[in-house]
């Protein structure tokens, strides 16, 4: 019998995780993909980094607060929102070596651009006044529902793992990848032009998505054979 892998979930620290939505679903979507779910406090150092990753076999990056402008090397936009410079160090480390060590990733949402920063690509601190022409990526609706499209791209991991081109999904965020990290590709994209997807090919996983899966586990088929996937991936 496969060992279960165990998939580390990166975690919202203190008063962040009073504030955001909790990381139930997050666990609860890797036991139902048939890992055992890990929840990771922020790491403080390189080797402390290195400890935690040896202990898992996936990393998963979940929503949150804003990246603070400080790691993308820019003066702050207006609308930029609450930042936790310690969640933003660890994570972005953590990143990092899993990417040279070619550890499993999933980002999800905030993680999405965690990854693309991680990796050297940029983000819009905030979309609407970065990209005029996006439509409202922060929905009114509860978060289980869907509220736009995005469209797949045939021949990428996403769309080998999905079967389609085009799916429903919920969105919660005001930054997005702006600039696509080299040896990247998107692999969704909504109607606007804003990323909704990336991915790195010839890794055994590492893929970021905008939307929150986690909370459409119970409507949306898409959403449990994505955390299938990874969790397959993640199996020594």
């Not at 935690?52 to 003066?75: A, C, H, K, M, W």
């Given at each position: 019998m496969l060992r279960k892998p165990v998939i580390g979930i990166t975690a919202a620290h203190c008063k962040?995780?009073?504030?955001?939505?909790?990381?139930?679903?997050?666990?609860?979507?890797?036991?139902?993909?048939?890992?055992?779910?890990?929840?990771?406090?922020?790491v403080r150092t390189t080797e402390e980094?290195?400890?935690?990753?040896?202990?898992?076999?996936?990393?998963?990056?979940?929503?949150?607060?804003?990246?603070?402008?400080?790691?993308?090397?820019?003066?702050?936009?207006r609308e930029v929102g609450e930042c936790f410079p310690e969640r933003d160090f660890s994570e972005l480390l953590l990143s990092q070596l899993a990417m040279q060590h070619d550890l499993p990733i999933l980002g999800i949402c905030r993680g999405i651009q965690v990854l693309a920063v991680a990796a050297g690509g940029e983000i819009y601190q905030d979309i609407f006044n970065q990209y005029p022409s996006a439509m409202q990526h922060s929905q009114?609706?509860?978060?289980?529902?869907?509220?736009?499209?995005?469209?797949?791209?045939?021949?990428?991991?996403?769309?080998?793992?999905?079967?389609?081109?085009?799916?429903?999904?919920?969105?919660?965020?005001h930054q997005a990848v702006s600039a696509?990290?080299?040896?990247?590709?998107?692999?969704?994209?909504?109607?606007?032009?804003?990323?909704?997807?990336?991915?790195?090919?010839?890794a055994k996983f590492c893929l970021g998505v905008q939307w929150h899966p986690e909370s459409m586990m119970e409507t949306e088929?898409?959403?449990?054979?994505?955390?299938?996937?990874?969790?397959?991936?993640?199996?020594?």
């Open positions: 962040e995780e009073l504030k955001t939505f909790p990381r139930h679903y997050y666990v609860e979507s890797i036991r139902k993909a048939g890992g055992i779910p890990l929840i990771l406090p922020p980094a290195t400890d935690v990753l040896n202990l898992i076999s996936g990393l998963l990056l979940t929503g949150g607060g804003d990246i603070s402008p400080v790691y993308l090397r820019e003066d702050p936009q009114t609706a509860p978060r289980q529902y869907a509220w736009h499209d995005v469209n797949i791209v045939e021949e990428s991991l996403l769309f080998r793992l999905l079967n389609k081109t085009k799916i429903s999904v919920n969105s919660l965020h696509i990290p080299q040896g990247f590709i998107h692999c969704a994209l909504a109607s606007d032009g804003i990323i909704e997807g990336i991915e790195k090919p010839g088929a898409h959403s449990k054979v994505l955390f299938k996937g990874f969790v397959k991936a993640c199996i020594a």
